[in-house]
Nanobody, 125 residues
Framework: QLQLVESGGGLVQPGGSLRLSCAAS????????IGWFRQAPGKEREGISC????????KYADSVKGRFTVSRDSAKNTVYLQMNSLKPEDTAMYYC??????????????????WGQGTQVTVSS
């Protein structure tokens, strides 16, 4: 059973940056496409970014394109989400998820097999 743990959330001022991490135990993340999702109170969960197994394919929602960057480090068995130019509307609980489906590029829809517990990001002055 893959276990995902997010970290790196916190309180940041508008225009600031944070880097979220998604780490795994018990198995390598290299077997999985990884997605990042967020959910704000009263709103639906939103897929914001994903990265394929190889790292060669990435996708971003329009709401974060140009500000967020997803990457993976196989040696550290970790996937990162670098978030720059943060806005108050980025405030949400952020989750990473792993997709074991073979022969498919990563997707921004919540078709993932494993989910982390989330890390809170709050953008406020």
């Amino acid at each position: 059973q893959l276990q995902l743990v997010e970290s790196g959330g916190g309180l940041v001022q508008p225009g600031g940056s944070l880097r979220l991490s998604c780490a795994a135990s018990r198995t390598t993340l290299d077997y999985y496409n990884i997605g990042w999702f967020r959910q704000a109170p009263g709103k639906e969960r939103e897929g914001i970014s994903c990265i394929s197994r190889s790292g060669g394919n990435t996708k971003y929602a329009d709401s974060v394109k140009g500000r967020f960057t997803v990457s993976r480090d196989s040696a550290k068995n970790t996937v990162y989400l670098q978030m720059n130019s943060l806005k108050p509307e980025d405030t949400a609980m952020y989750y990473c998820a792993a997709d074991a489906t073979l022969f498919r590029l990563c997707v921004l829809s919540p078709e993932y097999d494993y989910w982390g517990q989330g890390t809170q990001v709050t953008v406020s002055s």
